[in-house]
């Protein structure tokens, strides 16, 4: 299994972008994004447990890494 050093949820549109907050949060985890999506473990361009059918989408703008492109798979 291939896990990376920085999450896919930095390049994603629904990331929270908050320098105060105490964890790392998105609209799909608004209290705490899971380890397994932080760490890569899992790809979260497919569903997990308690999403609530929220998932990476690319933020419109931004360079993101090829292999977080769509079409790519990483776990």
Known sequence: ???Y???MCLWCRHFHRDDDAT???????PDRIPDAIL???VDHRRPY????GIRF???QGM???EEFQPGHGFA
């Open 63 to 65: 360079d993101v890494p």
């Open 5 to 7: 050093d920085v999450p």
């Open 57 to 59: 989408v690319p933020e």
């Open 49 to 52: 447990l308690g999403d609530h």
């Open 23 to 29: 964890a790392l949060t998105c609209d799909a985890f």
């Open 39 to 41: 760490k890569s473990t």
């Open 1 to 3: 299994m291939t896990t």
